[in-house]
């Protein structure tokens, strides 16, 4: 059974930055991509971007290049989000996601859509 | 840059009714048109793919529709577990863009 477990919650001061990590079981880490997902309070769903777990490979939102850096560690089959420069709204829940259909080979999932979710994870930006 | 525009924003109506919710696309997506429920503090959780493939465990009044530009998603008789937010995602691109969500409430 697929799980996406996620760090805890975080409180940063703006300007600083957050790492927020992504379990991964159930499955054999590199066959998906991890996507990120966030979510301001009270607001929609806002994608963030996507590692390839297998070479590594990134994908990131235009709104957020530059800040972000995705990363992954297979040996402990868990994907990483780091925001950097934290600003007031950048002050959202944070998800990670994958997609869980077939793949024949090397790293499915790319461009989703996401069938599983981990739990979230709260960033809250404040001084 | 790529826009989902989702209607309406939310939506009240009662126990049995026809709801229509429809999301359209700044470009031709093919099939490309996911839907997802959220409902308050939990993660979403997908009900639609390929426009229209719903998985298993999505009752049957749920349907979606639609391919190109225009999609929609109907429940067909509403009940209050209904009550959620629900969102398009377009994917199979960056960026997999969502759209704006509409909440459902129950009369």
């Known amino acids: 059974q697929v799980h996406l477990v996620q760090s805890g919650a975080e409180v940063k001061a703006p300007g600083a930055s957050v790492k927020v990590s992504c379990k991964a079981s159930?499955?054999?880490?590199?066959?998906?991509?991890i996507h990120w997902v966030r979510q301001a309070p009270g607001q929609g769903l806002d994608w963030v971007g996507w590692?390839?777990?297998?070479?590594?490979?990134?994908r990131y939102s235009q709104r957020l290049q530059g800040r972000i850096i995705l990363t992954r560690d297979t040996s402990a089959s868990t994907a990483y989000m780091e925001l950097s420069s934290l600003r007031s709204d950048d002050t959202a829940v944070y998800y990670c996601?994958?997609?869980?259909?077939?793949?024949?080979?090397?790293?499915?999932?790319?461009?989703?859509?996401?069938?599983?979710w981990g739990q979230g994870t709260l960033v809250t930006v404040s001084s | 840059d790529f826009q989902m525009i989702q209607s309406p924003s939310s939506l009240s109506a009662s126990v049995g009714d026809r709801v229509t919710i429809t999301c359209r696309a700044s470009q031709d997506i093919a099939n490309n048109l996911a839907w997802y429920e959220q409902t308050p503090g939990r993660a979403p959780r997908i009900l639609i793919y390929g426009a229209s493939i719903s998985h298993s465990y999505v009752p049957s009044r749920f349907a979606g529709s639609g391919s190109g530009t225009d999609f929609t998603l109907t429940i067909s008789s509403l009940k209050p577990e209904d009550a959620a937010t629900y969102y398009c995602?377009?994917?199979?691109?960056?960026?997999?863009?969502f759209g704006g969500g509409t909440k459902v409430e129950i009369k």
């Open positions: 995602q377009r994917y199979s691109g960056a960026p997999l863009t």
């Open positions: 159930g499955y054999n880490f590199p066959t998906y991509a």
């Open positions: 996601a994958i997609w869980g259909g077939y793949c024949a080979s090397g790293t499915c999932g790319t461009g989703g859509p996401f069938d599983y």
């Open positions: 590692i390839n777990t297998g070479n590594g490979d990134t």
